[in-house]
C-alpha cells in the first residue's frame, strides 16, 4: 500500500475522526514503514504529535487500522515539527531509486537485508532512509523530500556500536 492510499484508509475510520475531533491540537508528525529486500508489501505506521502533551499517537495500517494509545515522544529536545504532505514532491519508490544509484557508486558489493524508512520534518521535509546489510552495516541516507537531493549518507557496522574503547592496563 503507498502512502496517500494508508493516509487515506486511517483519515477515513471512525476511530481517527473520533480522534482528532477529541483531539484538534494533534498533527501528522512522521510516516514510518520497514520491509525485507524483496518484499512488495509493508504497513505504514502514521505518528501524529501534539505539542501541547508532547505526546506521540500513531496508527498502524495493516492488517487492519489500530491506534496505538499515546506515548512519549521519541526526540532531543524541542517539539516535532509538522509533516506537510503537500511538500513531499519525491515518491518513496524514487527515493529508494536514489538510495540504490548511491548504494552502487559509493557503497559497491553491500547486499541490503532490509529499509527502514521515515518521512518526517526535522530542519526540512526528509526521507531518512536506514538500510541494514547482510555484513552488519548501517547505511543511513537522508534525502530532501522536495527536490530529491541526498542531504547526507553515513555508514557504520552494528556490532561497532556497542563497542568501547577500553584504555590499555
Not at 63 to 90: C, H, N, Q, W, Y
Not at 123 to 139: G, K
Request: hydrophobic letters at 35%; charged letters at 30%; glycine letters at 4%.
Amino acid at each position: 500500500m503507498n502512502l496517500k492510499q494508508a493516509l487515506k484508509k486511517v483519515e477515513q475510520k471512525k476511530i481517527f475522526k473520533k480522534f482528532i475531533k477529541d483531539s484538534p491540537d494533534y498533527y501528522l508528525a512522521h510516516c514510518f514503514t520497514t520491509f525485507q529486500e524483496g518484499e512488495r508489501k509493508h504497513k505504514w505506521e502514521l505518528g501524529y504529535y501534539s505539542e501541547k502533551t508532547d505526546k506521540l499517537v500513531v496508527f498502524e495500517t495493516e492488517p487492519k487500522i489500530i491506534m496505538r494509545d499515546a506515548e512519549e515522544a521519541f526526540k532531543k529536545e524541542g517539539t516535532i515539527k509538522k509533516l506537510e504532505l503537500s511538500k513531499v514532491k519525491i515518491s518513496l519508490s524514487k527515493a529508494l531509486g536514489i538510495c540504490d544509484e548511491l548504494l552502487k557508486s559509493k557503497y559497491p558489493n553491500r547486499t541490503i537485508t532490509q529499509k527502514i524508512i521515515i518521512l518526517q520534518h526535522l530542519d526540512q521535509q526528509l526521507y531518512n532512509i536506514t538500510l541494514v546489510t547482510v555484513s552488519f552495516d548501517i547505511l543511513n541516507i537522508r534525502i530532501d523530500a522536495a527536490t530529491g537531493e541526498v542531504i547526507s549518507d553515513n555508514i557504520q557496522n552494528i556490532i561497532s556500536l556497542g563497542r568501547r574503547d577500553v584504555p590499555a592496563a
